[in-house]
């Protein structure tokens, strides 16, 4: 019987020290705990508050951007601009990114501190000063007044580039900068040439006399390469029949170097701008339409000819206004000869697959396809780039869109240092009220 209790009693201790306390009752009068609302837990948050919310910054000062855009003056320059890497450029871009709203929105605020420093001793410094008015001189007298001021002594090619490309929308109407362009045409160089000859050959130059001139001049003079090839491609912007001479003859034959194949290539490009571009001409051009057809059809193809990356600029037609701009163009015409093209296996096999794409940009019906694949089925079990292209064909089967088309090129053109030209696209007479007039991407705060 002893033994029975004793056993009872030890049983019931250990029930008792696995049981849980139960907490005390809270008193109705308790404060709160940190982190906590009353009658809630920390882990639940009141309605409209943010848990871990970051204190509000203040707005960037013009003291302060000032003084953090003078601290530039401690980085080193190289051909893409400042040096990313640079402790006082990462201060001052986070900064600007994450207290600069403010002071971006006040007018000619940031503008005016361009024109102070656009002659500072630091060459890091005016080149953040000239950034600071770009696009801005576009509508501003004063602005593009301290420009050209600036250019007369400005001696570094990395400030007078960004200066160029500022002014180039504002050759029609000013006489002065035209001059000052003019006298950059033939600049040591071949950036700053560059810059010039993209003033030149938009339309903005309409109507202006000698810039036309100036830029088939450096097609088939200027002693760089790269100058002369930028220069044909961008001849064809404004859509001047006055070039298509010049272009008739640097487009007859790829030549037999990597050089003239490449300078050829950028010369059929500007061809098919001059009626088929990001921004519609207003008067696209037959002539060149009818030249680029006869570039596009002649045989024997090859490596060079068609030149493979002219292929994505011939979708530009698919843009809203541009059959009632040119009556002439013929949808099936054109396809009928890319259709000609990815089924020739002597042509680059990148411009066969360039032409597969527009194509499909054209409205080609899925049998289109399905008759070109039928013709490459041989390919499946070869070695060989003929493989891509019935991938790309395959893919066009599909009902999936296509990406939008870039307007610098097929891969994006860019300039020496890794980034997009900076060019300011005309309104185009085409393009609905409201449309980008840029062909830049979206940037950050200046």
Known sequence: ??????????????????????????????????????????TELADGQKKDALPEQKPLTLDEYEAMMLKLAECTVDDRGVNRDCEAW?????????????????????????RKHLKHESLPVRLHATALLNRHANTDEESQKAI??????????????????????????????????????NHENEEVRIAVNDAFSS???????????????????????????????????????RALPLLEKMTASPGDTR???KLYAACVNGLIAMWSAPVPPKNPSQK??????????????????????????????????????????????????????????????????????????????????????????????????DKNVLTALNKAMLDEPLPPLHPHGPRGERDRDGRPPVRMLPPSPLAPPGAPTSDAPAKTAP
């Open 90 to 114: 990462k201060q001052f871009d986070r900064a600007r990114k994450e207290r600069g709203q403010s002071i971006r929105n006040q007018g000619d605020l940031l503008p005016s501190l361009g």
């Open 203 to 241: 339309v903005w130059a309409a109507e202006t006399e000698g810039t036309l001139e100036k830029v088939m001049e450096a097609v088939e003079k200027d002693p760089s390469p790269r100058v002369r090839e930028l220069a044909c491609k961008r001849l064809g912007n404004r859509a001047d029949e």
């Open 288 to 385: 060149a339409y009818e030249m680029t057809m006869k570039i596009l059809n002649q045989t024997p193809r090859n490596e060079n000819t068609p030149p493979w990356n002219v292929m994505p600029n011939l979708g530009w037609v698919g843009r809203p206004g541009f059959a009632d701009a040119a009556p002439w163009f013929k949808n099936d015409e054109l396809q009928a000869t890319l259709v000609r093209l990815v089924a020739d296996r002597n042509a680059h096999w990148m411009a066969r697959t360039g032409a597969v794409t527009t194509l499909k940009r054209l409205g080609a019906s899925k049998q289109t396809f399905e008759q070109l694949a039928a013709g490459y089925q041989d390919v499946i079990m070869s070695p060989g780039v």
């Open 148 to 185: 050209l001021d600036a250019l007369k002594t400005e001696k570094e090619p990395l400030v007078i580039r960004g200066m160029v490309r500022i002014l180039g929308a504002r050759i029609q109407k000013s006489p002065e900068v035209l001059k000052s362009l003019m006298a950059l045409a």
């Open 1 to 42: 019987m002893r033994r029975l209790l004793i056993l009872a009693l030890a049983i019931s201790g250990l029930w008792g020290c696995n049981k849980k306390p139960e907490p005390a009752p809270e008193p109705d009068n308790a404060v709160p705990a940190a982190g906590e609302t009353a009658g809630k837990p920390a």
């Open 259 to 261: 050089e003239s194949a």
